[in-house]
């Protein structure tokens, strides 16, 4: 097992879950208050990640990202380099990748909360700000637990986005799965076996944190809540 | 004194739109808002509370305008200084009794707000709640943190949309007690939302009855509900008989008229109407303003006495509810003593004996 990619791998996707839950907390809230009609668009912009194949995002992100694209010409005219095959490119790449992972449990949960609590903390005088904080935050909870273990787990995971944007450059864009890619290739099956299993139990356990927290069995308030 | 003339179109899940129309003022004290479900009275407490935008029209409190369409004002719902309790109550549950109550006081030094929450924890006893989750209080118990929560802010206005609904007689009345001593020193317009007799005779100062997104009529619990003028409104305040029938005879002297029950051959003598000869009109009869016997009673003052046959007896707790067929079914009510006396029983022969007086006219709309 490489001990190099796996911790690319888990810098990664914790750059990505934490990045992705500072932009998809105010994304969700829109997505779940607003009441404009179109808003259906967006959703759909947001959800595109889950039925694209990744080769066909990381091949525009490739696109965006490199010389001729226009962030990647930003990027370049700012600190000299396109962002192509860096970490940062990954980064960014995955970020779009996982989105959906990221906003689709807080919509849910933001739009499942009563929101005559809401229309309450209004009336008793708070603004969005604290009623964002005091009210929406604390009890959709299980909605932002599951968003940054599975926007993590995601990326975790993630192949064809890596090997289009980040390529395989080791210590740089050589995550675990391009990682058991490449020791397969070269036939190295018992360094392949020993990362796809660390593999499979991290997915396992982050998922069994997402369904137990959606089940109230690790909730802070869980057995003194009415219903 | 708040002043309310907003109109806006709403609409209840499965229902037609309705057009909310109002044209009230609402001084300090209590002020009932009866009418039946789907009337639209939560929607005009959400156009005051500004949790609702009014299509047009203008609500003001003394000085102050929370909405006035025509020149865009909206004072959003934190700015507007109005304590709301829901009919969901809307506690919020992950914070404790004592978060939940001085929720509304965080722009108060910490020395202010204890004080004060201290008051309110006090005035509606549950002092000894604080610690607690709304998940682990009782209805009533729930009801009365709502209450606090909502004027512990000292609102200028209150609304309570019906706050008090599922608590026995006793509890309702304890509470609204604290309610009343509350706003003894506050004398601010509360708005009380409620379907409940009981309640509207326990707050009682003045009641405006909404049907379909209008006030129908107003004035003390007396006037308005011992006489409907609506279907709708004699079905919301418990008048159990409502029978339609045709205009026979006016005899303007007497100061009252006839009419033919749905074409059968049962006659009814009611006060004088503005219904023309013929018309179809509907007439509201209380259950317990029906007199039963079960031989043909004479010298009476009661104009109308009508042969029967007892249907069915039902005894509801102290009540006994008897339906008789006169020609048309009536619904009375008699105490147990009196069922047992008479010996009542399907099919037994019965004269109903109604006063003219106890007969109300009702319009439908």
């Known amino acids: 097992m490489s001990g190099q990619a796996l911790l690319l791998s888990l810098r990664l996707a914790s750059t990505v879950a934490a990045l992705l839950l500072v932009i998809a907390l105010p994304l969700a809230y829109w997505l779940a208050f607003t009441a404009w009609r179109g808003k259906f668009l967006l959703e ?8 694209l194949p990744p080769t066909v995002l990381g091949f525009y992100a490739l696109i965006a990202l490199g010389p001729r694209g226009a962030l990647g010409r930003l990027w370049q005219a700012m600190f000299g380099h396109t962002l192509a095959f860096t970490f940062t490119g990954l980064v960014l790449a995955s970020m779009l990748y996982s989105l959906p992972f990221a906003v689709q449990p807080l919509v849910t949960s933001f739009e499942s909360l009563d929101r005559r609590l809401l229309d309450a903390s209004s009336v008793l005088g708070a603004g969005r700000a604290r009623s964002f904080f005091r009210i929406i935050l604390p ?7 599951t968003a940054v273990v599975l926007s993590f787990a995601h990326t975790l995971g993630e192949f064809g986005v890596v090997l289009m944007v980040g390529g395989n450059l080791a210590g740089i864009t050589r995550t675990v799965s391009i990682d058991i890619y490449d020791r397969v290739q070269a036939l190295d099956y018992t ?3 020993e990362t796809a299993l660390f593999l499979l139990v991290i997915s396992f356990a982050v998922l069994s944190v997402v369904y137990g927290v959606n089940r109230r069995v690790w909730s802070p308030w869980s057995n003194r809540q009415a219903h | 004194m708040l002043s309310v003339h907003i109109e806006k179109k709403f609409q209840v899940a499965g229902t ?3 057009q909310l129309q109002i044209e009230e003022e609402f001084a300090p004290g209590f002020t009932v808002v009866f009418g039946p479900s ?3 009275k939560s929607t005009l407490l959400d156009c005051i509370a500004g949790l609702v935008r009014p299509d047009g029209g203008k609500i003001t409190f003394g000085e102050e305008t929370f909405f006035e369409a025509e020149k865009e004002i ?3 719902a934190q700015k507007r200084g109005i304590g709301y309790v829901f009919q969901s109550l809307a506690l919020f549950p992950h914070l404790t009794v004592a978060g939940n109550v001085s929720y509304g006081l965080s722009g108060l030094p910490a020395a202010d707000r204890v004080g004060r929450m201290e008051r309110i924890l006090g005035a509606f006893h549950i002092e000894r709640l604080r610690g607690r989750k709304p998940g682990e209080l009782s209805g009533g118990e729930k009801q009365r943190v709502a209450l606090a929560r909502s004027v512990i802010t000292e609102p200028r206005v209150l609304l309570l949309d019906e706050p008090l609904t599922g608590l026995d007689g006793g509890l309702r009345r304890a509470i609204l007690e604290d309610l009343r001593n509350w706003n003894a020193g506050q004398r601010i317009p509360i708005l009380y939302v409620t379907h409940n007799r ?10 405006v009855v909404m049907v379909d997104g209008r006030v129908g009529e107003r004035g003390t619990p007396r006037e308005v509900l011992e006489a409907p003028r609506a279907v709708e409104l004699a079905q919301a305040a418990g008048f159990e008989n409502l029978l339609t029938g045709r205009v026979l005879e006016h005899r303007a002297a007497d100061g009252v008229m006839r009419i033919g029950l749905d074409g059968k051959e049962c006659e009814l003598e009611i006060p004088l109407g503005n219904a023309q000869m013929g018309e179809t009109i509907q007439v509201a009869i209380r259950a317990g303003d029906i007199l039963l016997g079960t031989r043909l009673p004479y010298g009476l003052s009661a104009r109308n006495v009508l042969p029967g046959t007892v249907e069915s007896i039902e005894t509801r707790g102290t009540m006994v509810r008897v339906q008789v067929n006169a020609g048309v079914r009536f619904t009375v009510h008699v105490t147990p003593g009196a069922a047992r ?25």
């Open chain 1, 139 to 145: 009890l959709a909870w299980p909605g932002v637990v």
């Open chain 2, 341 to 365: 006396s008479l010996e009542l029983a399907a099919g037994s022969v019965v004269w109903l004996v109604v006063k003219t007086h106890s007969c109300h006219v009702v319009t439908r709309r």
């Open chain 2, 198 to 207: 009981e309640e509207v005779d326990a707050i009682g100062d003045r009641i």
């Open chain 1, 44 to 51: 759909s912009l947001v959800a595109l990640p889950l039925v």
């Open chain 2, 16 to 18: 037609p739109k309705f």
């Open chain 2, 38 to 40: 789907g009337a639209g």
């Open chain 2, 74 to 76: 909206c004072l959003p």
């Open chain 1, 191 to 193: 360094g392949a076996k």
